[in-house]
């Protein structure tokens, strides 16, 4: 197919090529941001949290004043562990998608000046640690002895699993284990990595999804603790035993009051906690669905327009001997030609658009990635939405040229 | 003659059905998905105390012990300078707040304990944030003093517990402390709840908390101190605390102070009153940083700590870019039906319509599009906003539409569509009457 007679025939309807091309070059600036903040979002709602989610749940009570720990937590977890079903039940300070216990700046020097970021500190009772199935990926486990009495929430000195993540962060590059790292005059030393572990509320800390994954388990006795725990089951029985549980606990601990809202099973949490990420992710895609239709729309309008203000040439071509064909891949080429400047246009948008959002909402630099990804569905988007008024088109019959008007 | 452009319009609308609902599905949705989410911003991002919030103001200092000042002080204070400043009494009105988690029984109705929030504030608390009651009153500055036991609640708990009557007089169980109801608010929905608000900084973006309800019990502050004593969070601690929960204190800031400033001349003294404070402490050896210290006011306090969700940010740029999509498009179609009655308009002028003329028909029919677009919209708006209202978020409830917006989506729509019909119009109105009567 020729290309020069479409370039300069487009060159006399300079107005509305313009106008189709920058539709298009709108549409894909749009559409590659927001292919860009589905998958970030994306990215951060398939977090591993390191755990099982589909047999652990979270029981949790408050307001027990008074209480004596010790005396709580050994009726509580015996009420737990009496449960058909229950294989294992521990006392946590938090869990992932549950309520914060404690996040703390840590450094890597006793004077505290070599400053290491923010991590979620979890304590953990020896149940807890086997009912979570946690599993240092390097390092060692806990031994009893790890399991020390902390008064106020966390032993002086004590031996701790980070995450792989965090470990990176804090030595880049270099072995974690056995390295130490302070919070104030508390003292740790790494005596194992864990693959996976998201602190309690990924992706909407301090330093947003970079530190997503940045827990240190802290090993603590159970009577340091007071009114969380978590249960594991089999899959299948989780919903009943959860259930079970809240039921269980609000007998065998009577002055406290149950957390309705913390007390389900990890998957629940973990879906609430997304909630509004799954709803923006929602948005994002109707956006780009009534974009991309509004954009096919404007196309269909436009190439109607000219195919009716063209019905005279068209038909003379034809009269010349254009086969349908002809007629039909000039439209296709045409529109072809105008997407590709539109793209050519957009990415520069897309880019600049993505500047903007770096700038304004901490975004990440759009992967170059995103670019073609975007022109192609511009592309298809084009010809199909050309297809219906070029087909109208190469239906006319030659007569036409003979008619007046 | 704006008649006849109506009834010209109106005939042209109805001749090419197609075209026209296409454009008018474009304006619609367009702006039904912008003024949704404007609406959203609008909501979040007005001004909580409309009339007063200049003359409310949030004095910080830095007690922190870093040996580099922080370029901010931290968002909250700590005991000692809280109530030092509170105390001083140098403001026309000064309240000092904290909340925190309470377990609440009101023993006479039988009802299960519950967990809820409280909040402790000193006496101005309640005229200096024009605070609605339903029954009764706040508490005087001797009941502050005294530590009297007596509580403020909001209508929700007030509807929960006492089914809506008035329960003045009757008493809530907070921990193991009784306290005498002598208020009872009205339905009282700051947004954002304002004089909570703290640490947006550090909270990527993720503010919705900070629409959420009000607290459900107010006690005097020191009383509240004592009754919940234990059960207080600190907002950062530059060492532990030394009884959890305790904070009176210990190296932690925890607490707000909000102070009333009603002319210009008693801000300025008040800052110079904050500066000497500081100064005086850091001789004293209990502040190093003294020249961090700061007094925005409640709006530069709210635009400080970033209060507009990130993400109903994000969903306005979004809504905005599709409304220039859609407004491009509808340039399109409008050029494409203008310039398909070249001869019409040829017509026309050749019998005498000036250019002017044909310009302002053409315009009525984009402001007629708009204006049937706009409506369209303004019933997409509407659908957009009870849907956010059914979204589990802090500030769902608040998603209406009120007058403001209502005018404003019916402006946005006329002036979006007249702006898209300008240039088609103009290329109408240059249609030459001779060339087009000669070919058609």
Excluded at chain 2, 263 to 272: F, L, P
Excluded at chain 2, 289 to 308: I, S, T
Aim: hydrophobic residues 50%; aromatic residues 8%; positive net charge.
């Amino acid at each position: 197919m020729d290309i020069k007679p479409i370039l300069s025939a487009l060159g006399r309807h300079r107005v509305a090529a313009l106008l189709i091309t920058l539709e298009i070059a709108l549409a894909c600036a749009v559409l590659c941001n927001a292919f860009f903040l589905i998958s970030g979002r994306m990215g951060l709602m398939r977090i591993d949290s390191g755990v099982d989610e589909r047999s652990l749940a979270a029981v949790a009570l408050n307001g027990c004043d008074g209480c004596n720990a010790a005396d709580v937590n050994g009726r509580a977890l015996a009420a737990l562990r009496a449960i058909p079903g229950v294989r294992g039940a521990g006392v946590v300070n938090a869990l992932p998608f549950g309520q914060r216990a404690g996040d703390a700046g840590v450094t890597l020097d006793r004077d505290g000046k070599h400053f290491g970021g923010v991590p979620h500190f979890y304590a953990f009772g020896p149940s807890a640690v086997e009912t979570l199935g946690l599993r240092p990926a390097q390092g060692r486990g806990f031994v009893p002895g790890d399991f020390q009495r902390a008064d106020n929430f966390l032993p002086a000195d004590a031996q701790v699993w980070i995450t792989r993540a965090f470990a990176d962060h804090l030595w880049p590059g270099e072995s974690a284990l056995g390295r130490e790292f302070w919070m104030g005059d508390y003292h740790f030393r790494v005596a194992g990595v864990l693959a996976h572990f998201a602190r309690p509320n990924p992706g909407r800390s301090e330093d947003g999804l970079a530190s997503a994954e940045w827990s240190v388990v802290v090993p603590v006795s159970d009577d340091s603790l007071l009114g969380s725990y978590v249960v594991r089951a089999d899959p299948a029985d989780l919903p009943n035993v959860a259930d079970a549980a809240r039921k269980a606990m609000a007998k065998a601990v009577p002055e406290a009051v149950l957390d309705q809202a913390q007390s389900r099973p990890l998957s629940d949490l973990r879906r609430e906690y997304f909630q509004r990420d799954r709803a923006m992710l929602w948005l994002l895609v109707s956006v780009i669905g009534a974009m991309l239709l509004v954009t096919a729309l404007g196309i269909v309008g436009l190439a109607s327009f000219w195919v009716a203000q063209r019905t005279k040439q068209i038909g003379i071509r034809r009269a010349l001997g254009a086969t349908r064909g002809d007629i039909l891949r000039y439209y296709q080429t045409e529109n072809f030609l105008l997407a590709t400047a539109g793209i050519v246009l957009g990415m520069l948008l897309a880019y600049g658009g993505n500047l903007l959002l770096m700038k304004h909402f901490e975004l990440a630099r759009l992967p170059l990635a995103y670019l073609p990804a975007g022109a192609v569905l511009l592309w298809l988007l084009g010809q199909l939405a050309v297809l219906g008024p070029a087909m109208r088109a190469a239906a006319i019959p030659p007569v036409v040229a003979t008619r007046s008007a | 003659m704006f008649r006849y452009h109506l009834q010209l319009a109106l005939h042209s609308l109805r001749r090419n059905k197609m075209l026209t609902a296409l454009m008018v599905l474009l304006i619609a949705v367009g702006i039904g998905a912008s003024m949704t989410t404007l609406t959203v911003m609008h909501l979040l991002s007005g001004d909580p105390l409309p009339g007063k919030s200049q003359r409310i103001f949030h004095p910080q200092v830095d007690p922190m012990p870093d040996e580099k000042m922080r370029e901010f002080p931290p968002d909250m204070m700590d005991y000692t300078s809280a109530v030092d400043l509170w105390r001083a009494r140098r403001a026309d009105r000064q309240a000092l707040v904290v909340d925190s988690g309470i377990k609440l029984r009101a023993p006479d109705t039988g009802m299960p304990p519950l967990m809820t929030t409280m909040l402790s504030a000193s006496a101005d608390f309640f005229p200096m944030f024009d605070v609605p009651f339903a029954y009764g009153s706040g508490w005087s500055e001797q009941d502050d003093a005294k530590r009297a036991r007596v509580a403020v609640i909001s209508a929700d708990l007030n509807d929960k517990l006492f089914g809506g009557g008035n329960s003045v007089g009757r008493i809530l169980r907070v921990r193991d402390a009784d306290v005498r109801i002598v208020g009872v608010l009205k339905p009282w929905r700051p947004s954002p709840v304002y004089y909570m608000v703290a640490g947006g900084r550090f909270s990527a973006g993720d503010t919705a908390g900070y629409y959420g309800k009000t607290e459900d019990v107010f006690v005097p502050f020191f009383t509240g101190l004592e009754i919940n004593d234990g059960h207080f969070a600190q907002f950062t601690c530059w060492a532990l605390p030394e009884t959890p929960g305790h904070l009176q204190n210990a190296p932690c800031v925890w607490l707000q102070l909000w102070v009333q400033l009603d002319t210009q001349a008693k801000v300025a003294d008040y800052r110079r009153f904050l500066a000497g404070y500081a100064a005086e402490q850091k001789a004293a050896g209990r502040i190093r940083h003294a020249a961090n210290a700061r007094m925005p006011d409640l709006m530069e306090w709210l635009d400080f700590n970033g209060v507009v969700p990130r993400d109903v940010k994000l969903q306005t740029w979004l809504a905005l870019a599709f409304l220039a999509i859609c407004l491009f498009n509808t340039v399109g179609l409008l050029l494409a039906k203008f310039m398909r009655r070249g001869g019409e308009i040829g017509v026309r002028r050749a019998l005498g319509a000036t250019r002017g003329t044909i310009f302002g028909h053409c315009l009525v029919e984009a402001g007629l599009i708009g204006l049937i677009g706009g409506t369209l919209g303004l019933c997409l708006t509407l659908v957009g906003l009870w849907a956010i209202r059914q979204q589990p978020i802090e500030y769902a409830d608040l998603a209406h539409l009120d007058l403001t917006m209502l005018a404003a989506t019916f402006a946005l729509a006329v002036a979006a569509s007249l702006l898209a019909g300008l240039f088609p119009a103009s290329r109408a109105s240059r249609v030459a009457p001779a060339i087009q009567l000669k070919t058609h």
